[in-house]
């Protein structure tokens, strides 16, 4: 971490700031989650959460304590998964997906409701994210409920990828608010004009424009897709 003044300094490991002449740690570097190229930090994932379920305060204090971490052991590149401790009441998990990829742009690839005190935490109290997330991929931790973002199969891009990552979500949620990534929002547009192209659009005239696109519902997008699709995307 950073630190004002003179060295020399002790690498921990640690992330942090200063404000006021006061240091505040909020981290660990190595629990920073990376999502095609974005830095993702684990706790501002969890107060999404927080702030949807009404929960108050930090984990373990709150209705539901909640762990967010990377993980690889579905995937080649590092995804988000979402853990919630239950506590005899209903969790929305689409709902909560909803807030997180309208709030931080990007959509966990699983978010799971788990039994009450099923979150590891450290001889102090605080929430041991690595350990979850070892327990997690070793299916120690095995979920009440889940929600996963299905991915499309032998590498199929274009139209597949994007619907395999709005599936389940409301026809009525907007585009920007859907958690889509920067890369798949691009192989968007550019599907787009190429169906245009393909059907005989006049592309001149019927501009793909993102700032539109993201002002669409899921239902509308979908409805969009399906006109266009093609035997060449399949």
């Not at 003044?5 to 989650?33: A, S």
Request: some cysteine; glycine content about 12%; aromatic content about 6%.
């Amino acid at each position: 971490m950073t630190a004002c003044g003179q060295g020399p300094f002790l690498r921990t490991g640690d992330l942090g700031f200063f404000r006021e002449g006061e240091l505040y740690v909020t981290g660990r570097l190595k629990e920073v989650i990376q999502v095609r190229g974005r830095n993702i930090y684990p706790v501002d994932i969890e107060a999404v959460v927080q702030r949807t379920l009404n929960g108050s305060g930090p984990n373990r204090s709150g209705r539901c304590p909640v762990a967010a971490f990377g993980s690889t052991a579905s995937s080649a590149t590092e995804e988000i998964v979402v853990l919630i401790e239950g506590n005899g009441e209903e969790v929305g998990l689409r709902k909560v997906v909803q807030a997180i990829g309208e709030h931080m742009g990007v959509r966990p690839a699983v978010a799971a409701l788990i039994p009450r005190g099923g979150l590891s935490v450290t001889s102090s109290g605080k929430l041991a994210r690595s350990e979850c997330r070892r327990r997690w991929e070793s299916g120690e931790i095995q979920p009440i409920d889940q929600l996963v973002r299905h991915e499309p199969i032998n590498g199929e891009g274009g139209f597949s990828s994007v619907l395999a990552q709005i599936e389940g979500l409301p026809d009525e949620e907007r585009v920007e608010f859907a958690g889509l990534d920067s890369l798949t929002l691009t192989e968007l547009q550019l599907e787009l004009l190429r169906g245009a192209q393909e059907k005989g659009i006049n592309i001149d005239e019927y501009q793909y424009d993102m700032r539109i696109i993201n002002k669409l519902t899921l239902g509308e997008l979908r409805v969009l897709l399906a006109g266009l699709k093609d035997p060449v995307f399949h």
